[in-house]
């Protein structure tokens, strides 16, 4: 199944294929119209550089949610790694390029690694101190980095108008890697853990893994631009790595859109002609850049193309016809179809005598729960009474101080990341939807691919058949929930209650063995609680475990097999919704007065 067209889609689609044919053509346009042709074909030339290096920079900031102050002393590197090996060590310069590409890879995985507790500013402060380090470096190490002066005599060994091509071409390449990459399995769980690395773990995604490939990548493409750049200039110097040279980049980026495919190429190619046309007035084109980027934040926040995006025109159009008819619509068969361990007595999910203390508080207080396959199992208890504490505590979002979980038996992983893996899917109290996301990314997000980046960047056939059916399977879920209309919108566009079922379906998609659902029907109207009611009862029927935290008693006693009742962090009850809902202790403890549970 195809990527649906939108009119943002297609506008991008048709600005990317005028630009390609633009920049093939330039060398033969400036022969024919301009008397300086070499001049204007090294302009475009060093526009593509940057372009590369905004390029990289938006995989790290847009998609990846990482501040980077570190990409011009990345570029610095990839500058050096190709003048070593081209006039050092007398290679060819296409292995320059390759060491170029895996020494800024290499450290920005060490930047990483150095950083995964830092928060989104201090990670920024630990690049800009890289930056400096990786500047003064250079100053020094006057053996390999020639010091102050630099390498020169760098030599591609080509005519221009050759090397203006591989120019191009490298800038091809790094459009495509972006796209492949954002587009891919691995992309969607850099944007999950940019919006919500709560939201990505409970989805199966690894934050620091994930992060640790997206900003990697990025800091290869930064070193090709450095590569490039040093065979453009013939030398490379450390006054490339001051961040003063960094302003273009980041003024291009945020005037082209961040966080979008075709904004780093406009928002370049702007800068490009804003500089050009106030060359006469060089000493001012730090302030010309500063209004630039100041105007642009004021009027398109979003830049060019997100504000496109976001307006009438470039908004994707629902399809009536492609909703589905969820009175009617089925819960994909490969749900519930997973392995099943032979001894079906084995509780599917256990918890043992769990305690969490916060503070002096004990919200929980030795509660033993367990739940059975193929059933619904219901958690209710007033405001405070722990619910919430229990669910995170056998999902490891909070770390039991005494007690254990099992999953089928075997010790649940000590990792939130990882429960998913083992079978057990959360969906929280309050929505935790990628919002900048799209509807149908949003369920993409929880399907496990089982393709690698590398055959994502390649678009390999096992991509493309696994994207396929990863695409279709959402889309059946969709269905299913209503909301295959909407699939294509993002999913800040939907109302609340389509937004709980939307991380229900997101949940589903994962092929859990077990479901949480805390607080599902919170907010939603009887149609969508039907439909939920509806989900919980096919789940069941695969044979999957579904644990269904709710303050709706109507709904608990209409769904489920078995209610466990806690109050002040301990059980009081559990038993079947007829016997829970006469048990004295529940009456007086949670509903207050038999009535309320006879109207129920």
Not at 133 to 152: A, L, S
Request: glycine share 12%; net charge neutral; aromatic share 8%.
């Amino acid at each position: 199944m195809s990527r649906p067209l939108t009119a943002a889609s297609a506008a991008t689609a048709v600005t990317t294929a005028a630009v390609v044919a633009l920049l093939l053509a330039w060398p033969f346009i400036t022969d024919f119209y301009s008397y300086n042709a070499q001049y204007y074909d090294g302009l475009v030339a060093s526009a593509a550089i940057a372009a590369v290096l905004t390029i990289s920079l938006n995989l790290a900031m847009g998609y990846g949610g990482m501040l980077s102050m570190a990409h011009t002393g990345l570029q610095l590197l990839g500058g050096y790694g190709t003048a070593f090996v081209a006039v050092k060590a007398g290679l060819p310069w296409p292995v320059g390029l390759g060491l170029a590409v895996v020494l800024s890879a290499v450290l920005s995985a060490l930047l990483l690694l150095v950083s995964l507790r830092a928060t989104y500013l201090y990670f920024g402060m630990i690049t800009l101190a890289a930056n400096l380090i990786v500047i003064e470096i250079g100053r020094e190490w006057d053996d390999v980095t020639g010091g102050i002066n630099g390498i020169t005599g760098i030599d591609p060994g080509m005519a221009k108008r050759a090397f203006y091509y591989v120019v191009v071409a490298a800038l091809i390449v790094a459009y495509l890697v972006q796209r492949n990459f954002v587009r891919s399995s691995a992309g969607r769980a850099a944007m999950a853990v940019r919006e919500s690395p709560e939201s990505a773990s409970a989805m199966g995604i690894r934050p620091a893994t994930t992060k640790l490939l997206t900003f990697s990548v990025a800091g290869g493409l930064a070193g090709l631009s450095g590569g490039l750049y040093a065979l453009q200039l013939g030398f490379i110097n450390p006054d490339v790595g001051l961040l003063d040279n960094g302003l273009v980049f980041f003024v291009g980026l945020f005037l082209g859109g961040i966080g979008t495919l075709a904004g780093p190429l406009l928002g370049v190619a702007f800068i490009t002609v804003i500089v050009e046309l106030g060359k006469d007035h060089a000493r001012y084109t730090t302030l010309i850049l500063g209004v630039a980027l100041l105007v642009s934040m004021m009027v398109i926040p979003r830049g060019i193309v997100g504000t496109w995006q976001a307006s009438r025109f470039g908004r994707p159009k629902a399809a009536p016809d492609a909703g589905g008819d969820p009175e009617t619509s089925q819960v994909p068969a490969s749900v519930g179809s997973g392995d099943r361990p032979p001894d079906r007595d084995v509780p599917a999910l256990e918890g043992r005598g769990l305690v969490k203390h916060f503070g002096g508080v004990r919200a929980l207080d030795g509660v033993d729960i367990a739940v059975q396959a193929g059933t619904v199992h219901g958690v209710i208890g007033p405001n405070g009474s722990g619910k919430s504490t229990l669910v995170s505590c056998l999902t490891r979002f909070y770390r039991a101080d005494e007690g254990e979980v099992l999953i089928f038996g075997e010790p649940a992983p000590a990792a939130s990341w990882a429960v998913p893996g083992a079978g057990v899917t959360r969906v929280f109290q309050v929505p935790h939807l990628f919002e900048r996301q799209s509807v149908l990314d949003n369920v993409l997000t929880g399907i496990r691919t089982p393709y690698s980046w590398v055959s994502a960047v390649l678009r390999l056939p096992s991509c493309l058949r696994a994207e396929r059916e990863a695409r279709a399977f959402a889309t059946e879920l969709l269905a299913f929930a209503g909301l295959a209309a909407r699939a294509s919108f993002p999913a800040d566009s939907l109302s609340h209650g389509q937004k709980r079922l939307l991380e229900v379906v997101r949940a589903v998609a994962t092929r859990p063995r077990v479901l949480i659902l805390d607080e599902p029907a919170t907010g939603l109207v009887p149609g969508e609680i039907d439909a939920l009611a509806r989900l919980c009862a096919a789940l069941r029927e695969r044979g999957l475990a579904v644990v269904l935290i709710e303050h709706n008693v109507e709904f608990v006693m209409k769904v489920c097999d078995e209610v466990t009742v806690i109050e002040t962090g301990r059980v009081i009850a559990r038993g079947a919704p007829a016997q829970v809902r006469a048990d004295p202790a529940v009456l007086a403890a949670y509903l207050g007065r038999p009535d309320l549970v006879e109207s129920s």
